[in-house]
């Protein structure tokens, strides 16, 4: 299976820029797995395709202010960080640019603060730095950093909790799992009082979820690793859940990683570490039956992961047809509902 097998032409007027007022107001594509057939709702209508008995899996993680812009001491030459992974206490792995100015021993200034080390070179512009910092480090990233905002969103973000679920808790993303961003509070009241059970788990989104396939053999790209962690109990209700035969429905991409990284013989377990897990057509799903998700940049892994749960040719029409009826794409757009 090759990368381009996952094209298709986007025009620029369909990336959103910026979020509705209303988180729930989004438009929602409803594809049947099974049959391709689609319907065009609202999202606040996902109250009408829920049941009293399904389980609705959330990812917890919350956006950092990842994004650090600083000097070097030396030169003065601007230099950009993205915080993508914690290493210890103050030491990270992040994307530089430019990348190549930045060697083992340079020290990058962004405030009185604030410096940092270069401890280690990597590839792809990656770069292994240690914080110098006078406070707690949480408070003054939250001071000086900005909103890792992707690339294709070139309008100003006014409010920075539109780039975080109304569920969020803990720290430690350089993204949004953005499925979730069209959740209220009220209407997941409105869904637990249908029946259905809300869980968490936390995948902290980092460059695996978003760094470009770069060949052409879908088998040969690699995923970084990313961090997830998923509590005893609530591993424990997925699997009575699951051998209930109840539906596990994951909202977003990264929550389908977390629960399908744990997955052994149709359970999950307690556990926290590093996953790589790329999922691809064909992929035998262990726990995920149905997906909230948004609409995913052509040749995406992401792309790549909706296409094994629903088939590719029914995602590939449903992306045609979401265009054609003016859907709104990627980070601050529209939902489509891959059910079952």
Known sequence: ???????YDLPEA???????????????????????????????????????????????????????????????????????????LT??????????????????????????????IKDEGIRIIEFIYDGIFEEILDMLGTMPLPPYIHKKLEDKE??????????GSAAAPTAGLHFTKKLLSELQDIGVQLEYVTLHVGLGTFRPVMVEDVT??????????????????????????????CVGTTSVRTLE????????????????????????FQMADALI?????????????????ANKEFIMHAYKTAIEQNYRFFSFGDAMFIHN
């Open 162 to 171: 539109r780039y975080q679920t109304v569920y969020s808790k803990v720290d």
């Open 261 to 284: 990284s744990s997955a052994r013989d149709g359970r999950i377990s307690e556990l926290s570490g590093w996953t790589d897990i790329f999922i691809y057509p064909p992929y035998r």
């Open 91 to 120: 030491t990270w792995e992040v994307m530089a640019k430019p990348a190549k100015r930045l060697k083992i021993g340079n020290i990058i200034f962004f405030h009185q603060t604030l410096s940092a080390v270069v401890k280690e």
């Open 1 to 7: 299976m090759n990368t381009k097998d996952f094209y």
């Open 293 to 309: 998700t948004n609409f995913h940049l052509p040749e995406s892994t992401l792309l790549m992961l909706v296409s094994a749960l």
């Open 220 to 249: 040969k790209h690699h995923m970084h690793t990313e961090y997830y962690e998923i509590q005893k109990d609530v591993a424990q209700r997925i699997n009575q859940a699951k051998a209930e035969k109840r539906r596990i429905i």
């Open 14 to 88: 369909c990336i959103a820029q910026e979020p509705l007022k209303q988180r729930d107001s989004s438009k929602l594509l409803l594809l049947d797995k099974k049959t391709g057939e689609i319907e065009h709702k609202h999202f606040k209508d996902i109250t009408q395709y829920l049941k009293k008995g399904d389980v609705l899996v959330m990812n917890n993680t919350r956006v950092l202010p990842a994004r650090l812009f600083g000097t070097k001491e030396d030169t003065g030459a601007n230099i950009e960080l993205l915080l993508l992974k914690r290493m210890d």
